[in-house]
């Protein structure tokens, strides 16, 4: 890679090349501005990035983020990047049992087969015409709140009108989401698949009075203004990889091995110290845009930290020689796993799952989501591979604080990847240990990583993978014009921790860089 050259002036210097600090490097390039990308990493992409981590095996995985939902078609026009994605067929598939045998809940594949599958399951058509009229609220909220995460920050006022639906905007941004989900529905297994979107990375209780599962929740259901999460052809490194081609196009000068380790500025002119293995330089700029948590923010200026983080996830990477078969013969693997899998997420379940985490103790049935990537886009897999039918699968486990990992994390990292696996060989008519891979040293294809782990490796702190709770997409004091500004008048905050951060999604860096731009407008 290139490096900077000397103490060469840059108008803007970005530290960390993750998705958001490209997207904001490749806008201000365009624009014609100077920029110099700083990552301590030998490569680019942070947290979206695809990986072969299993030895001699031909299969490139989204290792940490996986799906997008939150990305705006616009972002992709506007630096003309060369990505798709494509929709999931089936949307989720949760497995149950009931009076004593194996069933489960379809959601996809139509009006008609959805209705029936919720029938199959309740016995009634009551709680698929809740889901309907649920999600006919939610997606009216979608179409008018997703447009804005590119605007400058609305008021709170201004917001409540655009979505101009007093009862809804009460069940999402004034009382719990577990009041809404209890309220519109009486199956506790639909009401714990519609609980998830508000617990994905937040650890939190349905009835939570900080409202921290509602603003999860919201970001999870408003994506693309439909809500709807899809499968990044090629894998996350894909995005990022076509960032970073758009960024050097544009004039960027992209710098890996190069961690940023001090900013200096007055508020007009800032100095951006770095090191490499061969010691250190300084660049100056007049605007360093940070794709880095809010705490290393703090570090770099040498400010007070903001309040700890916590992440609350277990991420597994899987390589399977074939889908397992279901105890549900009812549904076929290949659409099962082609969507959202849940596995122990009654809305019961993820309640005791909360409290028994909560009290210092791993989850007796820790629940999780699974979907097969392979199964939507099968480029990720060599040709040997997909010619024998092997599939990925990814799991992504709820309820699993940081803390619980603090007294051996390798320990608990196993014996949590041991029960929560039994959780999902309880639906399975063969167990997945059956189906896994191996590798060129024989060894099983399946790799997990723990919040620690994700703090160790990507500088997540407490491995969240929001940086920090996520914020309302609406003005508060303090947030700024663009939900980007900091304290120092030309440092911006460009990583998920901004406002309206959080997922992969370019939102911070694109709104960054116009923040950049309408400073620096004519000059």
Request: proline share 6%.
């Amino acid at each position: 890679m290139t490096a900077p050259e000397g103490s060469r002036s840059y108008d803007a210097v970005i530290v960390g090349a993750g998705h958001n600090g490209l997207v904001a490097a490749a806008y201000l390039a365009r624009a014609g501005r100077s920029v110099l990308v700083l990552e301590r990493l030998d490569h680019t992409g942070g947290a979206a990035v695809s990986t072969r981590p299993f030895t001699g095996v031909d299969a490139r995985l989204s290792r940490y983020s996986y799906l997008v939902s939150l990305l705006p078609a616009k972002i992709v026009r506007d630096l003309g990047l060369d990505f798709r994605v494509r929709a999931r067929t089936v949307s989720s598939y949760t497995p149950t049992e009931r009076d004593g045998r194996p069933t489960g809940l379809l959601v996809g594949g139509g009006e008609q087969r959805t209705r029936a599958a919720f029938a199959r399951l309740t016995g009634s058509d009551r709680e698929y015409r809740a889901w309907r009229r649920f999600h006919g609220r939610t997606g009216r909220v979608a179409e008018r709140v997703f447009p804005t995460l590119t605007e400058p920050l609305p008021t709170r006022e201004e917001l409540r009108r655009t979505i101009d639906d007093e009862d809804t905007w009460r069940m999402l941004f004034e009382e719990p989401i577990g009041v809404a989900v209890e309220r519109h529905f009486t199956d506790d297994l639909v009401r714990g698949v519609v609980l998830t979107d508000a617990l994905i990375g937040t650890f939190a209780d349905a009835h939570d009075p900080s409202l921290v599962q509602n603003r999860c929740f919201l970001y999870h259901v408003i994506g693309g203004g439909t809500g709807a999460w899809d499968v990044p052809v090629g894998g996350m490194g894909a995005l990022t990889d076509a960032l970073a081609d758009a960024a050097r196009r544009a004039g960027a000068v992209i710098a890996t091995g190069h961690e940023a380790v001090r900013v200096d500025t007055d508020g007009r002119t800032a100095e951006v110290t770095h090191r490499t293995a061969h010691g250190e330089g300084v660049a100056v700029a007049r605007h360093v845009l940070v794709n880095a948590s809010p705490q290393e923010l703090a570090r770099l200026t040498g400010d007070a930290p903001p309040e700890p983080a916590e992440g609350a996830q277990l991420k597994v990477n899987m390589l399977l020689e074939r889908l397992p078969r279901l105890r549900d013969a009812s549904v076929d693997p290949r659409e099962a796993f082609a969507g959202t899998f849940h596995v122990a997420e009654g809305y019961e379940q993820l309640a005791a799952a909360h409290d028994q985490a909560a009290a210092g103790d791993l989850p007796a049935a820790p629940p999780c989501e699974i979907y097969c990537h392979s199964l939507t886009d099968p480029t990720i897999l060599g040709p040997h591979l997909a010619a024998r039918g092997c599939q990925t699968l990814t799991l992504f486990g709820l309820h699993t604080p940081a803390r619980l990992f603090e007294r051996d994390n390798d320990a608990v990292r196993e014996e949590l990847l041991v029960s929560t696996l039994a959780q999902l060989d309880a639906h399975l008519a063969e167990p997945l240990a059956d189906c896994l891979a191996t590798d060129a040293d024989g060894r099983p294809c399946i790799e997990a990583r723990s919040p620690l782990d994700l703090e160790r490796d990507l500088r997540l702190p407490g491995g969240n993978i929001f940086h920090r709770p996520l914020a309302w997409p609406h003005a508060q004091d303090g947030t700024g014009r663009w939900g980007v500004e900091t304290r120092h008048a030309n440092v911006l905050l460009c990583g998920a921790g901004a406002v309206r951060g959080g997922g992969v999604s370019g939102v911070p860096g694109h709104n960054a860089a116009m923040a950049v731009l309408e400073t620096t407008a004519g000059g």
